[in-house]
């Protein structure tokens, strides 16, 4: 049995939906997700409202719809972007992280509404946990690959490339400080050392962190170049991480 092709119908709705959402990520670059509004969107596309709530019922489910969609998007680059880069960690972690700040420069509005300030109102639901998971699952992936590769955790006294000792200013606060990544990763087969996980959120957040004060504009007075400085973060996270990034395998380097 075979399945049936969509009708005109289901087609010309399909067509409709998506320019109701190209519409609303034009918005959110031009005023921000705080202000997005069904009316305003609908004007856009040359609809009545009343004819939009048809696909979209309220405020909420379309911003459900936005955040879904970019999260996915930005998830696919990512995962395109590592899977390009070959084996090596090094590599597909540089691979990964520009191919991040490469979609974020493009879509500064989605961005926005992905890691900018909580839209006033609104909680997003369950569904958008496992679209928002795919990038940071891949760059989670990389570092255990590393691991892997290195068969033990990086070492070195000092503290460079990845020492496995935790601070000593912070005795005994890694495992309740990541009791929830712990169990989220190991519903996904993934497992990390704790040490390597910490290292791992602070490498995450540091990316998007960079990112995000480059779109916001915090970097003026600081950073002359947003695509070099954001390749010098990477480099040494990844030492951080105990391993070397490399930059000769991975996709050129991002013009703005």
Not at 144 to 152: H, I, K, N, W
């Amino acid at each position: 049995m075979t399945d049936r092709a969509p009708t005109a119908r289901a087609l010309a709705r399909e067509a409709v939906h998506a320019g109701i959402l190209a519409a609303a990520r034009a918005r959110l670059t031009e005023e921000g997700p705080s202000q997005l509004s069904l009316r305003a969107v609908a004007r856009d596309v040359g609809m009545v409202s009343s004819a939009v709530y048809r696909y979209f019922p309220s405020r909420d489910d379309l911003l459900t719809a936005l955040l879904v969609a970019d999260y996915d998007e930005l998830g696919a680059a990512v995962e395109a972007a590592d899977a390009a880069a070959g084996p090596a960690p090094g590599a597909r972690w540089v691979a990964a992280c520009r191919a991040v700040r490469t979609w974020s420069v493009a879509h500064p509005g989605d961005f926005a509404l992905l890691f900018g300030s909580p839209v006033p109102g609104y909680a997003a639901p369950s569904e958008t946990v496992e679209p928002a998971s795919r990038t940071t699952l891949t760059l989670v992936r990389v570092v255990a690959d590393a691991t892997a590769e290195r068969g033990r955790v990086p070492v070195d006294a000092d503290g460079r490339r990845g020492s496995p000792h935790a601070p000593t200013a912070a005795p005994g606060m890694v495992a309740p400080a990541v009791a929830d990544a712990v169990a989220s990763l190991r519903a996904l087969g993934v497992e990390l050392p704790e040490e390597v996980l910490v290292r791992t959120l602070m490498a995450w957040t540091t990316v998007f962190g960079t990112v995000s004060f480059e779109l916001f504009g915090h970097f003026v007075g600081s950073v002359s170049d947003g695509a070099l400085y954001f390749d010098e973060v990477v480099a040494r996270l990844a030492d951080d991480l105990g391993f070397a990034a490399d930059f000769g395998l991975g996709p050129a380097r991002p013009s703005d």
